[in-house]
């Protein structure tokens, strides 16, 4: 009787070692609002924790749902990622399930994904792999820049090209407000300036030649994009999962409209260390208007100009709170790039919590006599614990932590509640609107933190 009930307890333990094998992070996804030029795709990341070799055998899904697997074969300490793209048959609501199976799993594991589509289409498009992109898949777009009010042409309206938070293109209108730019698949941002008219969108480059019409607004004012396809098609992509830091391989250097970087300066030593918690909203709000992608510009900037000495910490809210990269010493500037760079939004607002998590990072590598700040990076207030989070903001400050508050296109309500909630902690709001000047503002409300 005891051998069997020692054989039973060494069974069951088992069976849990190998069930632990394997996680999956994460296990749902909320698309939220879902237009045009989101990403209709997730990545699931797939963790190996166990010694020995494990494998993914299959996913199972509905046929609005295609997948790709970057390996069935997960080698021990490592990570493998399913990429789960949804394709919307019809506007409206969805929710789908689908089951992973593996081989350290008893059971398949579920994954949801779900939201609301303002769009349909007719064809599968088949997910984007995770492969390199081939020589000669650039796309040719022609933009042609209208003053909206006047219904009249550019002429030299200068366009700049952003793809994951870096400038990638730069070209200037002809006489008659036309630019052609040759770019890769995938998700782009760009931004369009002539004198005080200034607009910036968001759009899918996609297998197939794209005519797009910008009307330009003054600054402050939003400016319009209109896609003249033939035909509406779904977007595709493909980004870098991991590995490199390069944006693009070798063997697919762009044309001539390819920009190249000039080093910034560093803060001088007038400025004290810097120990920089950025708290950043990924909620669905985030992904619309190109608030994100200016997101991604300021930090990027900003990382350029900080030293090795100072630090950087990078946690996320919407409906949880995930810390995804910090450094205690000498700043790897590459590292926390690629973190920036794959920033996703999806979900709903968590609230205070985030912001008492955000305070604990910042007192746990705060640097004496330095400058210790949280940068909220949102555009709209907390939907929960608004009042928690203004006592928060005077407890950490009361503690030598600055707040300030990056505000991504918000709007009157939200500018008013975290314009309070900064000045508690004893920092600022800045109000971030578009690329212009989206980096220079981040920079130097970290001077005027820093300053000695």
Known sequence: MESRLIALIFFVLSGLQAGAQLTAFPTKHDFGLLLRADANWVDVEIINNDPKEAFIFRVEASNSVSIQIS?????????????????????????????????????????????????????LMPCPDFS?????????????????????????????????????????????????FDLLPGRHFISFVNGPYYSDTTLYIHGFNQHIQVNMNQVGLVGQIDCVDDEEISPMSNPVISGSNEIYPDEVQAPSTIIDYEDRKQLSREFR??????????????????????????????????????????????????????????LDKAACVEVIQNLTAGGGTEGANALDNAG???LQHAIEDGNNQIIIATDGAFNEGAALAKKLAVKYHRKGVVISVLGIKCGKFATSEMSDLAMLGGGRFVAINNSLDAGEKLVDEIKVSSRN
């Open 71 to 123: 390996s069935k074969k997960v080698l021990p300490d490592s990570s493998v990622y399913i990429r789960i793209q949804y394709t919307p048959k019809i506007s409206g609501h969805f929710r789908e399930e689908l089951k992973m199976y593996a081989s350290s799993w008893q059971q398949p594991k579920s994954f949801v994904i779900s939201g609301e589509s303002t769009y349909a289409v007719d064809l």
């Open 360 to 362: 604990l990072k910042a």
């Open 273 to 330: 260390p810097s120990n920089v918690v950025f708290l950043v909203d990924v909620s669905n709000s985030m992904k619309h208007e190109g608030r994100l992608e200016l997101l991604k510009i300021a930090m990027i900037e900003l990382l350029e100009v900080l030293r090795p000495t100072d630090r950087f910490t990078l946690i996320c809210y919407a409906a949880e709170t995930r810390v995804l990269i910090e450094t205690r010493a000498q």
């Open 132 to 180: 390199n992109l081939p020589g000669g898949t650039h796309r040719k777009i022609q933009i042609s820049v209208f003053d909206q009010v006047k219904n009249t042409r550019f002429a030299e309206a200068n366009a700049i090209v952003y793809r994951d938070g870096r400038k990638y293109a730069e070209a200037i209108s002809d006489q008659n407000g036309e630019i052609q």
